[in-house]
């Protein structure tokens, strides 16, 4: 998301300082990370592009991928070129002359476009995930319901956040902190309670194993998935939360959160296609799977089309 800044951080040296280093330095490292795990999951897939019942499977989830790391150097590139903009081009005033210099250019354009392009497919593979593991049952669209409400919420406030500053007589600027705020709070709140629903449901099919006697050998598979999801998502939500509580009380630090909260999601959402892409995630016959004994543990190509 477009970070927008309360007029109390806007007064700050510490703000400039934390949002010219959030913006290069760390967001450029975070991006660096982000494109060598691209790297690992194109390879990791090149090999189910050549057979032919996984191709189509592989192919979409790679271009998906692609289109992913894509909105990341985008938005990494352009911040960069704002960041040129504002503490070069219009030094001196830095941050303080953000608000007459960045509005209805081109380049700060598109990175609104990006920024919001990427919370769309980086929460939406989180709805699909979602759906996989619980379609089996019958409460998937009881499930389901509350998730998509959320990302729902938080694309349309997300959009309006990104709207904003182009047209800042749309919301008084008291409006656009709290909007701000609530942006943040549901997309901590929908990766918390995607990833809540996902363990629920990991922990409901172990629990049903272990009545019949097959819990004990399958353990480790569901804590492999479990901590699979919690490792990825964890830092993600926590990242939000703490960007969220930072703004609302007017910490400069929140402009550090704020600025790399992309390079998080991006992070986040590659670490599990990496794993699904190598066989270690959950598909619709995994809990079949499980009761016949015949989990993957990798030796096989996973279903690309579970997780990814």
């Not at 800044?5 to 959030?22: C, H, M, N, R, V």
């Not at 499930?143 to 008084?172: E, G, K, M, Q, R």
Request: net charge neutral; proline share 3%.
């Amino acid at each position: 998301m477009a970070a927008n800044f309360p007029p109390a951080q806007a007064k700050s040296s510490l703000t400039e300082a934390l949002d010219l280093i959030g913006s290069t330095t760390i967001n450029g490292i975070l991006c660096g990370i982000a494109f060598a795990l691209y790297c690992l999951c194109a390879w990791s897939l090149y090999p189910q592009l050549r057979v032919p019942d996984q191709r189509k499977q592989a192919a979409l989830t790679l271009i998906y991928t692609s289109l992913v790391i894509l909105c990341e150097l985008a938005i990494v590139a352009l911040t960069t070129s704002v960041i040129r903009l504002v503490y070069i081009d219009h030094d001196p005033g830095g941050l303080l002359n953000h608000e007459k210099v960045v509005p209805g250019g081109q380049r700060i354009a598109f990175f609104s476009t990006s920024s919001v392009a990427l919370d769309f497919l980086t929460f939406g593979v989180q709805m699909q995930r979602l759906w996989v593991i619980w379609v089996a049952t019958q409460y998937a669209t009881i499930v389901i319901l509350l998730p998509f409400l959320l990302y729902i919420s938080f694309i349309a406030l997300d959009t309006i956040l990104t709207i904003w500053p182009h047209y800042p007589d749309i919301l008084s600027l008291k409006s656009g902190t709290a909007l701000t705020i609530a942006t943040l709070g549901v997309e901590s709140a929908f990766t918390l309670l995607v990833t809540g629903l996902v363990i629920t449901r990991l922990v409901i099919v172990r629990r049903r194993h272990m009545s019949t006697g097959l819990g004990s050998s399958m353990t480790r598979e569901y804590v492999c998935i479990a901590a699979m999801l919690i490792e990825s998502y964890a830092l993600e939500s926590a990242w939000s939360f703490i960007a969220m509580v930072l703004y609302a009380v007017g910490s400069p630090w929140s402009v550090l959160f704020i600025q790399c909260d992309d390079s998080i999601k991006v992070i986040a959402y590659l670490l599990v296609v990496y794993r699904v892409s190598k066989g270690r995630a959950w598909n619709n016959q995994t809990e079949n799977q499980l009761s016949d004994l015949r989990w993957n543990h990798g030796t096989q190509t996973a279903t690309v089309e579970t997780m990814a």
